[in-house]
């Protein structure tokens, strides 16, 4: 038996309309679970859906806005309806909204905390009783390298994602004994559409990526497919031992004192 094998598992992953929330949705189907991917954009979500359909799986979009309970608890409940249990949940939705405190808008923090630390609690609240109905489960929840370190312009986004990996450890804590195992994904600056859109809104999107670049021991930026392949890790058999457990996948950078 393969021990990252996912074969009978429904995977509930939010923000799989893209970026790294995407790609574990692929990798979730390929490893062999019934995938239900969240998100806000409609026409996405299908693209996400037809790829794994195309290459044989199993998968349904659920248009939810994570920082709205309500439809947190609907998509829930219409994953359990549809595939008859939901025994993995992935956070991957999140923002990043840039600047210091004062730089930082009331409503630009409002979004940032609902979205990054609210939403993965709506998922926790709602999703956790549906994995204990299903007699146990994993949680993965993508936090950032920036949840363990300060970094400048990021009052916000380090205030939502510090709460977010204290938050896992206290949620591991109440349901281990459970057979609910709840881990935490930390990677560092990933290829993705967000971090291109932090890239191009710079005065000179080169210089920011080389920025971003510098502290990586590394030396590059890490792909999609190197955090899928970690959160199937902890989503699957093979991380059976893993609880509260706070996962680093960041080319080196937070090990580094920078000299
Ligand atoms: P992305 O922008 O490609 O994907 C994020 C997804 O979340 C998008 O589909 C977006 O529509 C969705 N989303 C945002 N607000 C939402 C809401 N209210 N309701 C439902 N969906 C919502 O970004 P990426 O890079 O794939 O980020 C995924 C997660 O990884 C985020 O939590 C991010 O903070 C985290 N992360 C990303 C890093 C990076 O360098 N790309 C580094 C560390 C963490």
Known sequence: MDALSLAGKVAVVTGGTSGIGREICLRFARA???????GRRNDAGKSVVAEIEASGGS?????????????VARLIGSAEEDYGQVSVL??????????????????????TIETDLSGPFYLAKYGIPALLRAGGGTMVVVASE?????????????????????????LAVDH?????????????????????GWFAAGADPSDRERQQVAPVPLGRLGR????????????????????????????????????
């Not at 998968?59 to 439809?71: K, L």
């Not at 370190?149 to 206290?170: D, F, I, T």
């Not at 281990?176 to 559409?193: F, H, S, Y």
């Open 32 to 38: 062999g679970a019934q995938v239900v991917a969240a």
């Open 59 to 71: 998968a349904r979009f659920v248009e939810t806005d994570v920082t709205d309970p309500g439809q």
């Open 90 to 111: 992935v956070s991957a939705a999140g923002v990043m909204l840039i600047g210091s405190a004062p730089e930082t808008s009331v409503d630009a923090w409002r979004t």
């Open 146 to 170: 920036l949840g363990l370190v300060g970094a400048r312009e990021a009052a916000a986004y380090c205030a939502a994602k510090g709460g977010l990996v204290n938050m896992v450890r206290a």
């Open 176 to 196: 281990a004994p459970q057979g609910v195992r709840i881990n935490c994904l930390c990677p560092g600056p990933i290829d993705t559409p967000l971090l291109q």
């Open 224 to 259: 999609v497919e190197e955090i899928a392949e970690a959160a199937l890790f902890l989503a699957s058999d093979a991380s059976s031992y893993f609880a509260g457990s706070i996962v680093v996948a960041d080319g080196g950078a937070t090990a580094w004192y920078g000299l």
